[in-house]
């Protein structure tokens, strides 16, 4: 009787090991499930998530002996698509359209600039000139507009009996986006303009 009680406990601990053997096993495949679909939905997120824009600086190149500046995007896998690109409205009351060549030309303002400089004093030699700067580009499969103030580097240069030549330089970010930047491009000029002796 002994013997058979020794038995059944026997089978009794064989049982419950393998009761906390499949409990073991059971655990260790919930959490490897568990991590799975962690990574699975990390990695939907990572593809679904449209790459982030990085903010848009635009970089000018010289062109044309000083007759254009080709505008660029400084980060690399920005491709501009459109440009707006709005002067003081005392040089130019229209802004200028682009698509696909981003650039800026000194014919699309040096008329109004003469204009507008008749009768001040402005020498000849390196100014600015404010402008607004709208540009819609891609990143990847993402449209993005962005919208900046920058000042636009040009010098001047005498001529005999001629209208002074404008040269342009290059450019420099003022301020991005929020708040009336065509009003603040127009201020900036007035403010640039000589003083009256």
């Known amino acids: 009787m002994k013997e058979t009680e020794r038995a059944a406990t026997r089978r009794r ?3 419950l ?12 495949g919930l959490s490897y499930w568990d991590a799975h679909q962690e990574r699975t939905v990390a990695a939907k997120a990572t ?10 600086l ?4 010289v062109d044309a002996g000083g007759d254009r500046l080709a505008l660029k995007p400084a980060a690399a896998g920005q491709v501009i698509q459109t440009q707006t690109i709005h002067f003081p409205t005392m040089v130019v009351a229209a802004p200028v359209d682009t698509t696909g060549n981003a650039r800026i030309d000194a014919s699309w303002f040096e008329a109004g600039l003469r204009m507008a400089l008749k009768g001040a004093k402005l020498h000849a030699g390196r100014h600015r000139l404010s402008v607004v700067i709208e540009t819609s580009f891609v990143v990847g499969d993402v449209a993005t507009t962005d919208r ?18 404008v040269t342009l330089e290059g450019l420099s970010l003022v301020r ?4 009336d ?3 603040l491009a127009d201020a900036r000029f007035v403010r640039s303009l000589p003083k009256a002796e």
């Not at 593809?47 to 848009?56: D, E, G, Q, T």
């Not at 635009?58 to 190149?61: H, N, Y």
């Not at 991005?176 to 708040?179: A, E």
């Open 148 to 165: 900046a103030l920058y000042d636009l580097g040009y010098s001047l240069h005498a001529r005999l009996l001629r209208p002074d030549v």
């Open 181 to 183: 930047l065509q009003a």
């Open 17 to 28: 090991g393998e009761v906390v053997g499949i409990l073991a096993l059971v655990v260790s």
């Open 176 to 179: 991005r986006g929020g708040g």
């Open 47 to 56: 593809v679904a998530a449209p790459p982030r824009a990085s903010p848009l």
């Open 13 to 15: 601990w064989i049982t």
């Open 58 to 61: 635009l970089v000018a190149t």
